[in-house]
């Protein structure tokens, strides 16, 4: 404080004297010292310049410290990378104090676009840019979770706490249609954008191929990035930023900088968090006594003879009560629950100055799952380092090494069935012991499930301005993935026989690049910038599994092989892949004095999975930004910061067929005349003229800066069209074949991204900031073959009936379900067929008082399988976040809040757990049910039926999944993430030997306000179902340690 | 020359105000405005598919007829149905099946435990309907106010002629479009009063020829009871011994009018062989209160007679009356001395339904030997 003053006072100073002093050219020596205005510490490397001859005079030490002799009256420019540029006018003082803070002019923002930096200013497309603090103080196993709410049009929903797995994410809308699996394993295709890391894109849905039934370690490439070795991400939404990265990046690209060294001194710096992860609050469940007292009195109030009632002597759970196998009161819940402590730990190491840096990440991060025997261990060791001995010639190189270890336990990592299964077992069962337990609990937890994903990703990349402007570059890179996984079922898990299974996968890409780049400024103010360059990727994926179904004992735990008769498995699984893919890309890109710009961008993709007949696919792009603050009758506007409209067209074409359809798939087909015979397989017939998906998008952006950005403004609004989507075409049996894949299906999405940003006190000891961000995506299905008439169901096979209908003209994703209108308050609302004068009925049961009023659609009385409507949305509408970030002298505190609204969601969760009450004689628990609005007598106006009439249980099925009464409303507000941090004052913490400490509190997932009546209305699949054996979202406490060393003398 | 540039200014001022409001204006538009985008409307959704399982229909008269079998392949509800261009196959219109008669219509559930006739007949009221209607479900309903003097049934030769069919064809709508199922026929059968008919030729309303006789005229079918125990006075063995009651027709059942009656009666009673009637009351074991839906019942010695609401049973649901729904149940039963000195049971009865109000007996007849009531 008191250097400080003395700092303001020589300020004056300065000021006062700088008029009289200024003729004078007489040299003078001046120190002093640059502090960063948030850290107030001093910042090494600073180059100092004297603004007169544009010379640089030194940079500052690694205290921050500088000295030059400097002619009075001059005047020193103190740049630095990433930080405003101070200027100050040397006025005869020799001691100076300058503080530099982070650039934060979203204008001069340098952003990324088609592998080269650019000035925000100058580029068409539109981009966000999240610095490193957003997302570093919350320990995640992924880095991508804490992007949710922050970016508008970006939709990430956190649907699974399954440790080092993915939610989902989107990036405007709807992308693709194409759903796997059945019921509540009905996994829509995920569309996440390409995600590119220091240079080299990386696929990020790679572990997704096998939807829920994750085979392999399933550990997502991005789970293998340590957080705290993020600079930044930048995301870019629209066409013209994407289609550079061609088809690709289709769905959006997600560019993440790594740090880079940059300091003159090295630095160590070292963070550690220490979080807790709490499950959810988990089912009620009646324990004991009460569930017995609950089954009889729900068996005598609703046997409708007198057998019924006999039936409870012949069940000893419900009869014995003094049994001691029967007379228990388990919490089977907290058998497979947990609380979790966990730990992460990263050291880093960087040092050198613009010419040479290099850096060194060391990091291990590891997180228990709140299902017990679950849980992600990573190790990392990323390295880079960047030679620039001039401005000709610049190397950079990586080589990162990650290995991710997964416990899936007895599950399939998204999915735990067991888990849910078993944690329904009746309370009145003894709970597992060393003597006993059941086989559903040791599989759960002793299943040695050992997982590993080790990545090791190296790149080189080398750039050389042969003539000034022009400039050659290449960059080669390997990125080698292994992927295994073993697990082990012990004999007593499994019925009396020990179980192995193993897998093993590896995939590479092999990823080279070489750009020309020409910059050109024509008459001072014409500025031209092309952009050249060719891809070639090579990748290769194979895996496979074995399984031994009895294997002898559980000591042989492998190698095995022993039995042919009990081997399942082996051969290579579906997701081999051999792909080349070749691409050339140019870009232009004009502007009139950083007023006007052009950009014209062209791509040519090559894959050998496109149809024979386009095997090209072309991504043109277009795009328009007038920077109007800059006009003549504007620029005296102080109020106005900057201000600009962007206007953008560009396609990105993705190959979306794979060689079987569009050559068949041929089978040996036995012997004929002693020669094998080879046929066609009739089910697919070969589309040689299939198209690859395009999608094409226009932009209209707007962006505004007012009040020396004080409140800065971006608007986007984007139609987004996905034509010649792949869409099965079944054929007349005439044809010989029994379908075809076509592409006749398309969707667009249209929307509005908004993000506003307040900053109402920007001071020395104070700064508020405040940002709120949202989008609105409406999606609408184009069209379908012409056969299907503008409709086509895609009926679900499993026992929960609910359909997807896909209707030409609505929201893609809709419902097909039974309506339901309430619960009949009595047997005399039910109504009556006038020509039968039979009542409503459903599976020969007439409808009764309690039962769930469902909608004959027809009309025929009858409920059956007609009675179906297309009904709600599965896709959020409204998806954004609001943020504030508060800092007042050293504390910090950070508020990121994430909502999504107008979704429906199926509480498939809900109908179990209800379902439950079916049959009072199975050994499964009971849940309260009081806190729900259920009809439980004659007259009572209920939402939900009576459950407990199970002798009509199945007829009636009241509770059926397949019905609008479990559509409820998606819409959240989810306050994830609070940080408090306090950074202790410098001067303090050099007596230990350190040079920067902060510490902070933080949480993910605090509190989520919703009107959904399930316990996480985010912890849904894609479709929207909320399942009973999904993996629950746990909420982090956290308590972390950011450290820096003084290394420096 | 100071002024005028202010002026200038003010005026660009302005101008870029009214600029940045219609800018944002124009964005929130675009935002907003699906018909820019030339989206597609959403229609309902009308299958290729529809069809319908049978298109002859062959209802019987005087009777509720319902016929499904529309297949509307997901097709969205609503859709209505118009039947149209309805003619005979040689071009004559027909409009016969479209005249409106009233016709009862139920509107409360019927359950068996109606106390009183008023409160049965609470539950339905007459309504005016065609004869031959679609509902919103695309079945087809042939209202039991249909008699064959309405709606000519088919030939009594059971012929199929086109020019004694009626045709006609099926417009099938909703908002998505239409479709039109041509060629539907109707071949009504004629009125069956009662069930079963197995005295009755369904094609000529007379009596059906004799199975095990049928081309002698001199004999004919009868409705046969189920019987049990029945022990013949002279022959001293069962009627039925081996099934002899289907070649000898001993004991028949005649389900017919009588007069005399307050026009919704239903009488039971037994003749022997001379044709006199047995009194219930040797029919000992007879649960006569609890057999029929019926009320006031009056028990002579010569007839059983119930107040009751026709048809019968009035709806197919299971009721106590009416275990399966679709027949009621007559049944009588008497006991006598045994051998050894129990009680042996006889009964015999017939499972029914008559669809048609009026004043209707169920006769038993013995025709060739009584029933032994003596103990033995």
């Known amino acids: 404080m008191r250097r400080n003053i003395l700092f303001y006072a020589l300020l004056i100073v300065c000021i006062i004297c700088g008029t009289s002093a200024y003729s004078q050219d007489k040299f003078i020596i001046v120190n002093g010292t640059v502090v960063d205005k948030e850290s107030k510490q001093g910042v090494p490397g600073v180059s100092v310049i004297l603004e007169q001859t544009n010379k640089g005079l030194t940079q500052t030490n690694g205290k921050g410290q500088f000295s030059v002799n400097v002619p009075i009256g001059g005047t020193l420019l103190f740049k630095f990378l990433g930080f405003t540029t101070q200027r100050v006018k040397i006025t005869g003082a020799t001691n100076i104090n300058v503080t530099i803070s982070e650039d934060r002019t979203a204008l001069d923002e340098v952003i990324i676009v088609a592998y080269q930096k650019r000035s925000k200013e100058t580029t068409t497309g539109s981009s966000v840019l999240i610095q490193a603090k957003d997302v570093q103080d919350i320990p995640v196993s992924n880095v991508e979770q804490l992007l949710q709410g922050k970016v508008p049009g970006l939709n990430i929903q956190n649907n699974t706490g399954a440790p080092g797995f993915r939610g989902s994410v989107q990036v405007r809308g709807l992308s693709s249609l194409s759903i796997s699996g059945s019921g509540n394993e009905s996994f829509l295709q995920p569309t996440s954008p390409l995600y590119i890391i220091d240079g080299v894109p990386l696929d990020a849905d790679k572990a997704a191929e096998f939807g829920f039934q994750t085979q392999g370690p399933g550990v997502s490439p991005l789970s293998l990035i340590p957080q705290e070795d993020i600079e930044n991400i930048q995301i870019l939404k629209d066409a013209q930023a994407t289609s550079m990265y061609g088809s690709r990046g289709a769905y959006g690209v997600i560019i993440i900088t790594t740090k880079r060294g940059n300091s003159k001194i090295p630095r160590i710096r070292y963070v550690t968090n220490a979080f807790v992860n709490a499950p959810p609050k988990l089912r009620e469940t009646l324990g004991g006594n009460s569930e017995r007292q609950l089954k009889i009195q729900q068996i005598i109030l609703n046997a409708q003879n007198v057998n019924d009632i006999r039936a409870i002597s012949n069940t000893p759970f419900l009869a014995d009560s003094l049994n001691a196998y029967w007379n228990n009161s388990t919490d089977w819940q907290s058998v497979f629950y947990q609380t979790t402590y966990n730990q992460s730990h990263n050291l880093a190491l960087d040092g050198g100055d613009p010419k040479f840096n290099y850096k060194a990440n060391v990091g291990y991060y590891t997180e228990k799952g709140v299902i017990k025997n679950t849980g992600y261990d990573r190790y990392n060791l990323n390295m880079n380092m960047e030679f620039k001995p001039n401005e000709k010639f610049r190397f950079f190189g990586f080589i990162n090494g990650s290995v991710g270890k997964q416990n899936k336990g007895n599950g399939v990592g998204l999915l735990q069935s067991g888990v849910a299964a078993n944690g329904q077992a009746s309370t009145l069962l003894p709970p597992p012991s060393f003597y006993q337990a059941s086989g559903g609990v040791l599989s759960a937890l002793q299943t040695l499930n050992d997982n590993n994903s080790r990545n090791l990703r190296t790149n080189v990349e080398a750039r050389y301005e042969v003539i000034p402007g022009l400039a050659v570059s290449s960059t080669v890179s390997y990125d080698y993935t292994s992927d295994t996984e073993s697990t082990f079922t012990p004999a007593a898990a499994n019925g009396q026989f020990a179980k192995v299974y193993d897998y093993v996968g590896r995939n590479y890409q092999l990823y080279n690049r070489n750009g020309i780049t020409y910059a050109k400024t024509f008459g001072e103010k014409h500025n031209l910038f092309i952009n050249t360059f060719n891809e070639i990727y090579k990748q290769g994926a194979q895996a496979g599994i074995t399984r031994q179904e009895r294997t002898p004992n559980d000591q042989l735990q492998g190698p095995v092989g022993y039995d042919a008769y009990n081997s399942r498995g082996g051969g290579v699984l579906g997701n081999y892949r051999n792909a080349t893919i070749a691409s050339f890309a140019g870009s232009l890109s004009y502007d009139y004095d950083k007023k006007y710009v052009a950009e014209f961008s062209y791509r040519l993709d090559g894959t050998s999975s496109s149809g024979l007949e386009n095997p ?74 299939l198209k690859p998906t395009t999608t094409s998008q226009y932009n209209l952006g707007f962006d505004l800066g007012l009040f020396n950005e004080r409140i800065s403004l971006n ?186 609204a107008d979704r429906t969601i199926l509480n498939n969760a809900l109908a179990d757990r209800i379902g439950i009450m ?132 | 020359m100071e002024y005028g540039k202010n002026k200038r200014e003010k005026l660009m001022k302005s101008i870029i105000k009214k600029e940045f409001v219609f800018i944002l204006f124009a964005l929130a538009l675009f935002s907003g405005c699906k018909k820019l985008y030339d989206l597609p409307e959403e229609k309902d959704y009308l299958s290729n598919n529809v069809n319908f399982d049978n298109k002859v229909l062959e209802p019987i008269i005087g009777r509720n007829n319902l016929i499904g079998g529309f297949n509307g392949d997901n097709s969205t509800q609503p859709i209505t149905f118009e039947i149209i261009n309805a003619r005979f196959g040689d071009g004559k219109p027909v409009t016969d099946i479209f005249q409106k008669v009233p016709t009862y219509v139920w509107t409360a559930p019927y359950t068996g435990f109606e106390t009183s006739l008023a409160e049965i007949e609470a539950k339905r009221k007459i309504e005016e309907h065609q004869l031959f209607e679609m509902r919103s479900s695309g079945q087809f309903i042939l209202w039991a106010s249909s008699t064959n003097q309405l709606i000519k049934p088919r030939p009594i030769d059971s012929t199929n002629f086109s020019q004694d069919t009626r045709f006609f064809d099926v417009k099938v709508k909703n908002t998505g479009g239409e479709r039109l199922i041509k060629d539907f026929q109707i071949r009504p059968w004629r009125e069956r009063p009662y069930e079963p008919a197995d005295d009755v030729n369904l094609y000529t309303g007379g009596p059906a020829p004799d199975p095990n006789n049928p081309l002698d005229k001199r004999f004919k079918n009868y409705i046969r009871p189920y019987m049990g125990n029945v022990i013949g006075v002279a022959s001293n063995i069962d009627l039925n011994d081996k099934g002899k009651n289907q070649k000898e027709n001993n004991l028949v059942v005649y389900i017919r009018p009588f007069s005399g009656g307050n026009g919704h009666t239903l009488r039971i009673k037994a003749l022997n062989k001379d044709s006199v009637e047995i009194n219930p009351a040797f029919f000992n074991e007879t649960v006569w209160d609890k057999m029929i839906h019926g009320f006031n019942m009056q028990k002579t010695d010569k007839y059983v007679q119930y107040d009751v609401a026709y048809p019968i049973p009035l709806v197919e649901v299971p009721t106590f009356y009416a275990k399966g729904g679709s027949r009621a149940k007559a049944e009588l039963s008497y006991s006598r001395g045994a051998f050894g000195g129990g009680r042996t049971v006889a009964n015999f009865g017939v499972d029914f339904a008559i669809y048609k109000a009026g004043d209707w007996e169920i006769v038993f007849h013995f025709r060739k030997e009584n029933p032994k009531f003596a103990s033995e």
Request: aromatic share 14%.
């Open chain 1, 616 to 689: 090209y696919s072309k991504n043109p792009s277009v795009g328009l930004r007038w920077n109007f603050n800059k006009e003549n009758w504007l620029v005296d506007m102080k109020w106005l910061s900057y201000g600009s409209l962007r206007l953008t067209w560009g396609q990105n074409i993705v190959p979306t067929g794979n060689l079987q359809s569009i050559y068949g798939i041929y089978n040996l087909n036995g012997n004929f005349n002693n020669n094998p015979t080879i046929g066609i397989n009739y089910d697919l017939v070969p589309n040689p003229n």
């Open chain 1, 715 to 900: 608007f986007d609004t984007y139609y987004k069209k996905v034509d010649n989507l792949l869409f099965d075409r079944f054929l007349s049996n005439s044809t010989g074949f029994n379908k075809l894949a076509s592409n006749d299906l398309g969707i667009a999405n249209y929307g509005t991204e908004l993000m506003i940003t307040v900053r109402p006190v920007v001071s020395k000891d104070l700064d508020i900031s405040f940002s709120v961000n949202g989008a609105i995506n409406r999606d609408v299905l184009l069209k379908l073959p012409a056969e299907y008439n503008g409709q086509y169901i895609r009926f679900d096979t499993s026992p929960y009936l609910q359909h997807n209908v896909y209707r030409v003209g609505r929201n893609t994703l809709s419902n097909y379900l039974r309506i339901n209108q309430g619960v009949y308050k009595n047997d005399t609302d039910v109504p009556t067929d006038p020509v039968t004068g039979r009542r409503y009925q459903a599976n020969g049961q007439f409808f009764l008082g309690g039962d769930p009023i469902m909608k004959d659609v027809n009309g025929d009385y009858i409920l059956d399988g007609r009675d179906y409507e297309v009904t709600g949305n599965s896709q959020p509408l409204v998806t954004g976040g609001l943020s504030t970030n508060i800092r007042y002298k050293n504390w910090g505190l950070n508020l990121y809040a994430t909502y999504t």
């Open chain 1, 918 to 1049: 079916r049959d009072p004689f199975s050994l499964t628990s009971v849940v309260p049910l009081n806190d729900l609005d259920i009809w439980r007598a004659p007259g009572d106006v209920a939402k939900y039926p009576y459950p407990y009439d199970y002798k009509r249980f199945d007829q009636i099925q009241p509770l059926r999944a397949d019905q609008t009464l479990w559509q409820e409303s998606g819409t959240y507000l989810k306050l994830s993430n609070v940080t408090l941090s306090y950074m202790f004052d410098k001067k303090f913490i050099k007596r230990f030997g350190l040079n920067q400490l902060r510490i902070y509190a933080s949480t993910n997932n605090l509190i989520t306000f919703s009107k959904y009546s399930g316990p996480n209305p985010e912890n849904v699949t894609t479709l929207g179902r909320d399942i009973s054996t999904g993996y629950p979202v746990p909420r982090t406490y956290n308590i972390g340690l950011n450290l820096e060393l003084n290394t420096g003398n």
